[in-house]
T-cell receptor
Framework: QKEVEQDPGPLSVPEGAIVSLNCTYS??????FMWYRQYSRKGPELLMY????GNKEDGRFTAQVDKSSKYISLFIRDSQPSDSATYLC????????????FGRGTSLIVHP | SQTIHQWPATLVQPVGSPLSLECTVE??????LYWYRQAAGRGLQLLFY??????ISSEVPQNLSASRPQDRQFILSSKKLLLSDSGFYLC????????????FGPGTRLTVL
């Protein structure tokens, strides 16, 4: 079993839909949870960062962490064609290891 | 805020040729620096990381090497490229504030023929 599991997709949705992207993990020591967006042929850019459990909202994006289920989600409201990209989850334990574990990414396509 | 520069942006090299990819950082000092490779259809593979000048940790044994001659410079090298070295090479940094939040550079796309 991989430490972080993420469905590669592609996930295809119509413009305006609510998108749910998810990752599961096995390491209960993970405390820091990140979501990155990567456009084709570009480096990943940090979208959301969450520490421990709970929700965090930033505009149309909401990150949710459920440590009891070892499950994290990224919700995108009112999805736009410009949201079409690969979304990578990442997570790490505390203690300054500075080496996060990444999911393989989910490809999202938002069609007009 | 920090900025990561990588060059070249794209590179096509023959098998057996040498390689040198450069990453430089602005806007921060004493960062942790990382080299990742992203092959087509695969996830991010951590190759090397560095916590300071001259300090390199290798995550995957292969024909690549890394060096950090200056605080804000990280170099990825190879003496002889293999076909399997093709991929998208990403430099990343962590600002040491107690989190593992990484910021990525624009990447170098390497094709070995």
């Amino acid at each position: 079993q991989k430490e972080v599991e993420q469905d590669p997709g592609p996930l295809s949705v119509p413009e305006g839909a609510i998108v749910s992207l998810n990752c599961t993990y096995s390491n209960s020591a993970f405390q820091y949870f990140m979501w990155y967006r990567q456009y084709s042929r570009k480096g990943p850019e940090l979208l959301m960062y969450t520490y421990s459990s709970g929700n965090k909202e930033d505009g149309r994006f909401t990150a949710q962490v459920d440590k009891s289920s070892k499950y994290i989600s990224l919700f995108i409201r009112d999805s736009q064609p410009s949201d079409s990209a690969t979304y990578l989850c990442a997570m790490s334990a505390s203690g300054g290891s500075y080496i996060p574990t990444f999911g393989r990414g989910t490809s999202l396509i938002v069609h007009p | 805020s920090q900025t990561i520069h990588q060059w070249p942006a794209t590179l096509v090299q023959p098998v057996g040729s040498p390689l040198s990819l450069e990453c430089t950082v602005e806007g921060t000092s004493n960062p942790n620096l990382y080299w990742y490779r992203q092959a087509a259809g695969r996830g991010l593979q951590l190759l090397f990381y560095s916590v300071g000048i001259g300090q390199i940790s290798s995550e995957v044994p292969q024909n690549l090497s890394a060096s950090r001659p200056q605080d804000r410079q990280f170099i990825l090298s190879s003496k002889k490229l293999l076909l399997s070295d093709s991929g998208f090479y990403l430099c990343a940094l962590v600002i040491r504030r107690g989190t593992d939040t990484q910021y990525f550079g624009p990447g170098t796309r390497l094709t070995v023929l």
